[in-house]
């Protein structure tokens, strides 16, 4: 015991210079919305008339994109594989043969097109850009009430990602929940991401994201809503509860975000490497977050490399994915395999079809390739770390507020830690399987902890 005992006098003296280091710190300044425009050109010194028109449309993709599509796939021009690997490299040679022949000739976007389409889709001009969501309502019986719920994706994903949860939670009766638990979803697609028009105006990240999205809620007649969210949705969802707390009525995210620098946590991670149980660390949630220098190799060092790219040359990179159908999938593809769980990167065409189907894939990557978005996207990134949305991770959360922690999650923040920087958090929940991309992978799951969430919060009512 005396080992411990030192190592944790030590921890302690560190921990304490970290803290004091950060005591004397200016705190943030609240969140405010701010007078943004992030059209073309100028600002319009007025705006038209019909500036807040709700449009509803269909995605049609010209049949010459099609068309350019397969000269793309048929000219591919790829490298030699290496012998005995499977994912440990990235994407690997015989499997994207393999995919690109089914892509080119049983792929058939027309029928995914017309999946897309069965749920209403509209588009809005909000800060010079049209907006696209779907908005999904209820069939509803007499005296029933749906509670508005806001989805919100992340990179590389999008909309597409909840279809298969969105009928669990507007038709709940005929997905095992109750009467109570009906859902009216709306889910928009982040701006530059897919089917909405990117920001043509430098400095949007996910502070003028959660703005608009905010602006949309209420353009659509909604004081109060819930919302969820994974990846950037978990961080604009958050960001929204801090804009303008009262309209939220409870907040709900499948990745914890926290202040990583926070000297509290900092402190809370070092004692916990010796006696977890003094910072709140389960049992059970102890082989999730340590050993903490292995597990920050793993998610930092190991998966991580994209992250620094889009972070500081978005557009150098943008050009290849943006002109290769195949590299686009290899680049957005290896994510769905390693992020799902990290162990597929160990298996044979790394366990993606163990989740999803190649349809489901392919319809991932298109929706990006049609769209023409990747680059867009990807600026998210570059955004988000020289403006200020990262100082937002300091700010508590005072929403309702419930997580559900996949175990195959990038990474791992326990609920003792989580409650430093959500004030009301009322529900958490350690997900028995799972990754980082939720509601595409375990649907079922992820809807029933929303509904779960939501009672809790409407019972305190």
Not at 84 to 93: L, T
């Amino acid at each position: 015991m005396g080992w411990k005992l030192t190592t944790f006098i030590v921890l302690v003296a560190i921990a304490t210079g970290v803290i004091l280091t950060g005591v004397f710190k200016t705190p943030p300044e609240p969140l405010q919305f701010q007078d943004n425009y992030w059209g073309r050109g100028a600002k319009p010194s007025s705006l038209p008339k019909d500036h807040d028109k709700i449009h509803q449309i269909s995605i049609n993709v010209p049949e010459t994109a099609l068309v350019d599509l397969k000269n793309r796939l048929k000219n591919v021009r790829l490298f030699e594989a290496l012998e005995n690997v499977e994912f440990q490299y990235g994407f690997p040679v015989d499997f994207m043969k393999g995919l690109v022949a089914y892509w080119s000739d049983k792929y058939d976007w027309r029928k995914q097109e017309a999946y897309l389409n069965t749920f209403p889709h509209y588009k809005t001009n909000i800060e010079g850009i049209d907006v696209h969501f779907i908005h999904v309502k209820p069939k509803l019986k007499p005296g029933q009430t749906a509670k508005p719920l806001l989805l919100v994706h992340g990179w590389p994903g999008s909309v597409y990602e909840f279809y298969k949860m969105i009928p669990m939670l507007v038709d709940p009766t005929s997905h095992g929940g109750r009467e109570e638990d009906v859902f009216e979803v709306i889910a928009p697609s982040i701006p530059g991401y897919g089917f909405s028009e990117m920001p043509h105006k430098k400095g949007f990240d996910q502070m003028a994201a959660a703005q608009i999205f905010h602006k949309l809620m209420e353009r659509l007649g909604f004081e109060k809503f819930y919302m969820q969210g994974g990846d950037w949705g978990a961080f604009i969802t958050r960001i929204m509860s801090l804009l303008k707390p009262s309209v939220v009525k409870g907040l709900h995210n499948n990745m914890q975000l926290v202040n990583a620098g926070d000297p509290r946590l900092i402190l809370r991670i070092m004692v916990g490497s010796v006696f977890p149980s003094l910072v709140g660390v389960k049992p059970e949630e102890h082989d999730r977050v340590y050993p903490y220098g292995s597990k920050v190799l793993m998610g930092l060092l190991r998966e991580t490399g994209y992250m620094h790219i889009q972070a500081t040359k978005p557009d150098t990179v943008g050009f290849a994915l943006n002109d290769s159908p195949v590299g686009l999938a290899a680049y957005i593809l290896e994510k769905f395999s390693t992020w799902t769980n990290p162990a597929n990167k160990e298996l044979a065409n790394g366990g993606l079809e163990k989740y999803y189907t190649k349809d489901e894939l392919l319809t991932s990557v298109m929706i990006y390739w049609l769209t023409g978005t990747i680059t867009s996207s990807m600026r998210f990134y570059k955004e988000t770390f020289q403006g200020k949305a990262m100082e937002t991770t300091s700010l508590q959360v005072t929403v309702p507020t419930g997580m559900a922690a996949f175990p195959h999650e990038l990474g791992h923040n326990p609920e003792a830690w989580c409650r430093l920087f959500y004030t009301d958090l009322v529900h958490y929940t350690l997900m028995p399987d799972g990754g980082h991309f939720a509601a595409f992978e375990k649907p079922a799951l992820l809807a029933e902890d929303i509904r779960a969430f939501v009672r809790k919060v409407e019972s305190r009512s």
